[in-house]
């Protein structure tokens, strides 16, 4: 792995575990060994490195977390797995969720990255839902639809940061983005057709069950 690579991935690690206002471009830089000027040599300051990791996870929403629809997988699989794609994604980057307002704040370049991969989410998450009304498993009015959006994608966004504020123990494992996803069933269930209604208490069930086998791990 070339170094460039090397500080992005420690410092993703870093800022994951220390939050990201804790760790400086010194801490990164002993932390695998390397100069701060080797440092510097790839990245002109904390700010550069940050926005070279949304760029990788802006990537990794866009491409890697496509919502996958096809005549073989039901609307409700596609939206459950795309909406766990995005949470494992998150995970992966929570970082950016526990400081959001402050770094677009300090960083306009990047909240102009932000605001443009977050429109494209929002036009997916829209399709998936009119999809899901197409094959009759779902109902809402067209006035509605921006609406839903907007709450499946708070829980989508913000359901890590929710949690860590609830709890005296603020670790995050899979655990967590189980109950996220059970959230999404939850909101879903009053637009669900009736006849329908036997499917999603399916997909909760098999969510409720991964969350309890990987809390008992805990």
């Known amino acids: 792995m070339k170094t460039r690579d090397k500080i992005i991935q420690a410092s993703i690690e870093l800022f994951n575990e220390q939050g990201e206002r804790n760790v400086t471009t010194n801490h990164i830089a002993a932390h695998l060994a390397i100069s701060p000027g080797n440092l510097y040599y790839h990245f ?25 629809v096809s005549s073989d997988l039901k609307p409700l699989d596609s939206l459950v797995l795309y909406m766990d794609s ?10 950016f969720y526990s400081n959001l307002p402050v770094l677009l704040d300090k960083s ?33 009015e067209d006035d509605d639809l921006a609406d839903i959006v907007s709450i499946l994608r708070l ?3 913000f359901w890590v940061s929710f949690y860590q504020t609830q709890t005296i123990v603020n670790e995050v494992n899979d655990s967590v983005f189980y109950q996220g996803v059970l959230k999404i069933l939850v909101i879903l269930r009053p637009y669900t057709k009736e006849h329908a209604i036997s499917e999603l208490n399916q997909a909760r069930d098999v969510y409720q069950q991964r969350y309890q086998e990987e809390a008992e791990t805990v």
């Open 44 to 68: 002109r300051n904390k700010e550069d490195i940050i926005l070279s990791i949304y760029e990788e996870y802006a990537r990794s929403l866009l491409l890697e977390t496509l919502p996958k």
């Open 86 to 95: 995005v949470f494992q994604t998150t995970m992966k980057f929570r970082f």
């Open 108 to 140: 306009p370049i990047l909240r102009e990255k932000y605001v443009e991969v977050q429109q494209s989410i929002s036009e997916r998450v829209s399709q998936l839902l009119i999809s899901l009304r197409a094959a009759d498993f779902i109902d809402f």
């Open 155 to 157: 829980i989508n966004t």
